[in-house]
């Protein structure tokens, strides 16, 4: 079954199947469309750790649609005393929901949150195999990912400044294999501006994945 990857802005994306929506690592300033919390519509929140930038409106939008916020387990725990349903997990961990499997990935990045770890998702989303980086550097385990929880496509941060930039990132594309990265987490402000173009070509040139570059407010259909 296909899904919808919409791209909000920053790190903010949608995927969309089977009538059910997940939202990762909301936050909404600047993006193109002018959303706000109460325009979104989801069953799942995902967020990968606690920095304002990823998780700024997910409280609101996990409570307006009593939607499942799936985290680490401190980033859970918060949820939970701010009046959200949430579901805690942790490094290395595999759960089955009911639109499929969720494998919490290593992210090497500040939690924001205190004992917290940061944290990337593979998710299998109604047959759409996804994988999340989250906020995170270059780290050689990457390689594993696709041994462990096969998937087709990979959202990776680009900017630089506090995540790879994208030299680091196109040795991810080798590491993780996918078939399709998505590049995001770059020109939201000046210290992670980057090219995307130039960053597709180096990919696409020397590795065997193809970017698929997606604007904020646009919208792509994964198979």
């Known amino acids: 079954m296909s899904a919808k990857f919409h791209y ?12 059910k929506t997940a939202i990762f690592d909301p936050f909404l300033d600047g993006n193109p469309e002018g959303l706000q919390a109460k325009d979104i519509k989801a069953d799942y929140v995902f967020i990968s750790h606690a920095h304002f930038d990823h998780i700024a409106d997910a409280y609101a939008i996990a409570k307006a ?3 499942l916020v799936i985290s680490t387990a401190e980033i ?9 349903q949430a579901h805690g997990m942790h490094l290395g961990g595999t759960f089955q929901f009911p639109f499929g499997k969720v494998r919490i990935a290593m992210a090497f990045h500040g939690s924001g949150i205190a004992g917290g770890h940061a944290c990337g998702f593979v998710v299998d989303f109604y047959g759409t195999k996804l994988y999340y980086a989250g906020d995170t550097a270059l ?20 900017g630089g400044n506090f995540t790879m930039d994208p030299k680091d990132a196109t040795i991810a594309a080798e590491f993780l294999k996918a078939k399709y990265v998505i590049p ?11 090219d995307v173009n130039a960053y597709k070509k180096e990919v696409e040139s020397t590795t065997s994945s193809h970017v698929l570059i997606v604007k904020p407010g646009e ?3 994964l198979k």
Request: hydrophobic share 35%.
């Open 8 to 19: 909000i802005n920053h790190a903010c994306f949608t995927l969309e199947s089977n009538g």
């Open 65 to 67: 649609n009593k939607a």
């Open 76 to 84: 859970a725990g918060d949820a939970g005393n701010n009046g959200c």
């Open 139 to 158: 780290f050689g385990d990457m390689q594993l990912l696709q041994r462990q929880d096969a998937f087709d496509y990979a959202v990776l941060p680009i």
């Open 184 to 194: 995001v987490h770059y020109n939201t402000w000046p210290p992670i501006k980057q």
């Open 219 to 221: 919208t792509i259909e």
